[in-house]
């Protein structure tokens, strides 16, 4: 059975031959260190472990040229819409008419991001204009609807754009939103005001049969999730969070299988013992493959100072739990 097969069964509820092993995300510099630690400089991690290929669609989602100012007007409004031009054949991934044909042909899951969340859209790129953007959900929050409907539909007009020529296994809303302590943002601000203006992207995907909406959230975002599941998101994958907050087991109690689950893993306990890691990886992973409908991962990128006897440990353990849970 190959990725796009495993990976579609599993969203749909059922029970593929096994769940996918999705790669955990791994930069150059954590490979250098481990190549210290006993892993050959040619030696691909992927002929080591088991992987199963996944790719995501990275359309260019900011503005086109760049604001060098993000003004708080109805003038600086209309300043974004003209950079937001969807037809720019600069917003498609390079060598776009080659990957097309390619993804044809796939067997592996092909994922879309389209919506880059509350923050960013709001041109959030450091502390002046964060404040700027949460003194207006109090002092206008009209004109942060205003804003974030324009962005909403251009991310539709983009996701109409590439779903007619590309199938896609699932979407992608982004959304780093909050700290660990909680979202930024309360939970009806959060439904009035951005999902809201998440509506004719909803409607675009609906169109053109997308039926697994990821919602891939950062830190705490737990007291958003009844929104977000009211609004239509079926999956969650929960990033650089606290584990206590976003507990996978707790949450799947809450909302059933019909929200998925990709992560789960506290990649904190990576940088612990093998013991720890024995004991995360048993906890989270055996009931939920069980009940289906998830797909177990790190909750986080790999960083320098987890070992590379830890990672080969966590790997191993991974795959064991995953094919004890093999169906013919």
Known sequence: MDAKTRFNKIM?????????????????????????????????????????????????LEP????????????????L????????PGRLPDGWEEKV???KKRDYPLILRIHRGYFLSMGVHGWRRFTDS?????????????WMNLCGEFSAQMAERILQEVEVDAVIFSEPIGGNHGPLISPKMYSDIVLKSYQPVFEVLKRFGVKIIILRTYANTRILLPEAVKFGFNCLWACECNAQAMDYKQIRQEYGRELRLIGGIDSDTLRQNQQDIFREVMEIVPPLLEDGGFIPLADGRVREDVTFENYTYYRRLLESVVGSNAHS
């Not at 930069?27 to 992927?46: M, P």
């Not at 819409?81 to 720019?88: A, Q, S, T, V």
């Not at 949460?134 to 205003?146: A, E, I, M, N, Q």
């Open 81 to 88: 819409k003209e950079r937001l031009d969807p037809g720019d």
């Open 101 to 103: 044909k390619q993804w």
């Open 134 to 146: 949460v003194r207006l959900l109090v002092d206008d929050p009209k004109f942060v609807g205003k």
């Open 12 to 60: 749909d509820l059922e029970r593929p031959d096994r769940p996918p092993l999705f790669e955990d995300g791994i930069r150059e510099e954590v490979l250098k260190v481990w190549h210290a630690q006993g892993l050959g400089k040619r030696v691909r991690l992927s002929s080591l472990f088991q992987y199963d290929l996944r790719e995501e669609i990275e359309p260019d």
């Open 64 to 79: 086109r040229p760049s604001l060098t100012h993000w003004s708080i007007t109805n003038a600086g409004l209309e300043k």
